[in-house]
């Protein structure tokens, strides 16, 4: 017996592994604007917290209960992931700074359709959308969207994790709604067949 099956609730951890494991993975890639491997790690990371924690914060909890404990502890892996590498990180220019944008593998994240995000894969106009509001959306404004709108974070928590202001945040949510207005505007003259 190896020192994981001796643990009294590896079992019990293991189910909430293969039962929650897609929409963490699905959630980080989003965060992480499709770095599919930091999105592994993240998932890892996770799992790893809800076994330290199990007893605490798991046993005899009701599903609920459990899936928004797991969503919390992956929310909170994708902000310091983001705090990490803003610390390190540095601004590209360019030519390089398309790379700067969130990546296209975010439209290739494989989906079961839990949440509003994951509808965009399943729908053809939806992922057009997205691709082309990420392309748009500068890494902040779509930090602070994904965290506004997603994750449902005040603006004071949003800056918190961010490290920068209450007004910032602010302003970066309303450029990303602008942008977001604007490409709906450009899609629906799209589908009308006018004008883009």
Known sequence: ?????????????????????????????????????????????????????????????????????????????VIDYWRDVSRTRETLCGELEGFDQPREELAAVPTSGTTRSDRIAEDGQLKRFWESLTRDLTRMEYRVALMSWEMGLSAEAIANALNTSVPAVTTHRSRARRKIQAALTQQRAWERGGDI
Do not use: N
């Open 1 to 77: 017996m190896s020192a994981w099956e001796s643990l009294p609730w590896s079992k019990q951890v293991e189910a909430l592994f293969r039962q929650h494991a897609e929409k963490v993975y699905r959630c980080a890639v989003r965060g992480l604007d499709g770095d599919i491997d930091q999105a592994k790690d993240v998932v890892q990371q996770v799992f790893l917290a809800v076994c330290k924690k199990y007893i605490a914060d798991f046993q005899d909890k009701t599903d609920d209960h459990q899936e928004a404990m797991i969503m919390t502890i992956t929310h909170r892996r």
